[in-house]
């Protein structure tokens, strides 16, 4: 059984840095993961993905600011944020993408992914 937990959460100002980590247990073989967030009044919406081999997709709201990356040893996932703005603000959230769907190009629709973390809070004041 696949269990994730988000850390790294907080509040910073505006222009400030944050670094997500996605603590995942239970992964067997290949695999894809992502980071989601979501706003309050707002759908849960796709940042960025990373497969087994270490392909990354960002999306481009936040391209330039946020970067993926993992540490395949220990079976952590990161989410790397600078400049950071109030738009930012969300629940972050890691997710491991469904098998059928591994092999192909990014996917950030939150319901082709199956198992998820609780979240860990980010909250960029002006």
């Known amino acids: 059984r696949v269990q994730l937990m988000e850390s790294g959460g907080g509040s910073v100002q505006s222009g400030g840095s944050l670094r997500l980590s996605c603590e995942a247990s239970g992964l067997v073989g290949d695999y894809s993961m992502g980071w989601f967030r979501q706003a309050p009044g707002k759908e849960r919406e796709g940042v960025a993905g990373i497969d087994s081999d270490g392909s990354t997709s960002v999306a481009d709201f936040v391209k330039g600011r946020f970067t993926i990356s993992q540490d395949n040893a220990k079976k952590v996932m990161y989410l790397e944020m600078s400049s950071l703005k109030p738009e930012d603000t969300a629940m972050y959230y890691c997710?491991?993408?469904?098998?059928?769907?591994?092999?192909?190009?990014?996917?950030?629709?939150?319901?082709?992914?199956?198992?998820w973390g609780q979240g860990t809070q980010v909250t960029v004041s002006s």
């Open positions: 997710a491991t993408l469904r098998a059928s769907y591994r092999g192909g190009q990014y996917r950030c629709a939150s319901g082709d992914y199956g198992d």
